[in-house]
């Protein structure tokens, strides 16, 4: 670790200089859905746009195996860090980048044979909205490699004393997305292909200058000569799968509401859907960065030994997280109706007044959201892995789904939108349980 945390103003420097940062970082990958969205509903059409929601579990899908490995790697890497031994640190991130690069070659040559077949399974029965998904789809499974390597690597950069330099290379990432959207899109024509390699070519250029850093030896992590050892990456992915998937979260959730959607509503309600998580994404994953930030300092007091550093940092993460989410509630109820012009532009008409609505019920689970994100995040710091694995697994996708359920069986289609805060509610119980069985 590049800083001392041996008193309360340090660690509070020391909290804020990791979590902005990751709290950037976060906005810069939800930024890069939104603006390919944007994009998308504004210059090619609704169905494209659809397309695009519909096939958001595949993309989430790539950055929830990259965020699973790279937390993982940098729990056990900053344990390793406070007990002094930073050769094996730099062992552990050396095999965590080639294991990352198997994964992502792996899912690049599955996708690349099978895009059809991933479209038809994520919801795109509809002929124009499943040629736009299978465009999307194989022009963004080639960087599938670049994808896991760019999330990865910034988030080690962080862990490894470097957060500003990281924040600097991603935010250039978000700018030249944009950049390279309007040229694919909006003047190459290139619709949802060119929307989805732009993104990819950004994450290639990510990637490269993320190499080039760790290539330079400035930080403790470094390429080395290693041993791959079994135990060690299954220890890993055992931290950092909590985290994995919270990042999948609103791929699962983008699948199963969609499923639901167009059992109950129709077709158009896709855009609603899409809409409410599109702002809910940079929320969740905000608190989600704020996590991020905090895990290498708690796991480095963790493996010193420091309990008052470790709770107090605990403390500063779960009042960022909890004070996150309601004033952005609170923004929401007044602002709504401003982000969802972003994507339809007919405020008279009847999918825009349903938007507007439903897009503020869908926030209501940020009253409990950023309390059991904390909780949870401070549990993989600490290596409490079944805790924080099953915070996640509740919150994200199986209370939702027994929501959806019983919801729309009691009350109808509508109130599905109500599942999201069900979920919240009861994974904040369960939550409260383990906090009082057994202290932080």
């Known amino acids: 670790m590049m800083i001392e945390l041996k008193n309360k103003n340090n660690l509070k420097k020391s909290f804020i200089k990791y979590v902005i940062p990751a709290v950037i970082a976060q906005w810069v990958y939800t930024l890069y859905a939104i603006v390919d969205g ?48 930073t050769e094996t640190a730099s062992e552990r991130f050396t095999q965590n980048t080639v294991f990352s690069c198997a994964v992502g070659i792996v899912i690049s040559v599955l996708s690349l044979s099978f ?38 690597f910034e988030i080690l950069m962080k862990a490894d004393g470097f957060p500003e330099r990281s924040t600097i290379i991603v935010s250039m990432g978000v700018v030249l997305n944009i ?47 290693f041993r791959f050892v079994l135990s060690e990456q299954i220890r890993i992915i055992r931290n950092g799968i909590s985290s994995g998937i919270v990042e999948f979260t609103p791929g699962i959730m983008t699948f199963i509401f969609n499923r639901f959607i167009l059992m109950y509503l129709s077709g158009d309600k896709v855009v609603t859907y899409s809409i409410a998580d599109y702002a809910s994404c ?120 027994v929501g959806l359920f019983l919801l729309t069986a009691l009350f109808g289609g509508d109130a599905m939108w109500w599942s999201v805060l069900f979920a919240e509610l009861i994974t904040a119980l369960f939550t409260v349980f383990t906090v009082l069985r057994k202290r932080l």
């Not at 950049?179 to 024509?189: E, K, N, P, T």
Request: a positive charge; one cysteine or more; glycine letters at 8%.
């Open 38 to 85: 944007i994009f998308v509903a504004r210059w090619v059409s609704e169905n494209a746009f659809a397309a695009v929601g519909l096939s958001y579990p595949f993309v989430c899908l790539l950055f929830s195996f990259s965020l699973m490995l790279a937390v993982g790697t940098s729990a056990v890497a900053s344990i390793y860090m406070g007990k002094k031994q």
């Open 115 to 152: 895009p059809e077949q991933i479209a038809f399974f994520l919801g795109g029965n509809d002929p124009e909205i499943h040629y736009h998904m299978c465009r999307y789809i194989s022009n963004i499974a080639p960087f599938s490699v670049a994808f896991l390597l760019s999330y990865s």
């Open 179 to 225: 950049i390279l959207d309007y040229l694919f899109v909006v003047v190459l024509g290139s619709e949802t292909a060119g929307a989805a390699f732009a993104t990819g070519l950004t994450q290639l250029v990510l990637s490269a200058l993320y190499i080039i850093h760790f290539l330079r030896k400035k930080g403790n992590f470094h390429f080395c000569r």
């Open 282 to 401: 940079l929320i969740i994953l905000s608190c989600n960065g704020f996590s991020q930030g905090a895990q290498p300092l708690i796991s480095y007091c963790h493996g010193s030994g420091d309990e008052g550093a470790k709770k107090y940092l605990y403390r500063m993460l779960m009042i960022s997280s909890v004070t996150l989410c309601l004033i952005s509630l609170g923004v929401i109820m007044l602002f709504g109706n401003g982000f969802v012009y972003l994507f339809i532009k007919d405020t008279s008409s009847e999918l825009f007044i349903y938007s507007a609505k439903y897009f503020r019920v869908f926030q209501l689970n940020l009253l409990l959201a950023g309390f059991n994100i904390a909780v949870s995040g401070y549990y993989t710091a600490v290596e409490r892995a079944f805790e924080a694995m099953t915070i996640s697994l509740l919150r994200s996708f199986l209370l939702i789904a």
